[in-house]
């Protein structure tokens, strides 16, 4: 198995979310899929779109959410997370 970890979200990290803007499929002949693991909070529509070039290749995500309720999400585990946003 071949991967890239970028030490945790792959949308917070810099380094990994500058590589996967600018990815380009011809740099990767062999690679068939990418699985993404996120708690999605930076996962919005227009960096979704930035990252155009791994859409085809993004076969799994796993989002890992942090709490049960809106409550708990949004005062005690994800300061500032907007749990209708998630």
């Known amino acids: 198995m071949n991967g890239c970890d970028g030490g945790g979200d792959p949308f917070y ?3 990994i979310r500058n590589f996967l803007i600018n990815l380009k499929s ?3 002949p062999v690679m068939d899929s990418v699985i993404l ?14 990252m ?3 859409h ?6 796993e989002i ?3 709490a049960a309720t809106k409550d708990t ?5 994800r300061l500032g997370g907007k ?3 998630l």
């Open 73 to 77: 999400y949004e005062n005690k585990t």
């Open 13 to 15: 990290s810099v380094p």
């Open 56 to 61: 085809p290749h993004v076969k799994d995500c």
């Open 83 to 85: 749990w209708d946003v």
């Open 64 to 66: 890992s959410i942090d």
């Open 37 to 50: 693991h996120t708690n999605a909070s930076l996962w919005t529509e227009k960096l979704w779109n930035q």
């Open 52 to 54: 155009e070039a791994i």
């Open 26 to 28: 011809e740099d990767f």
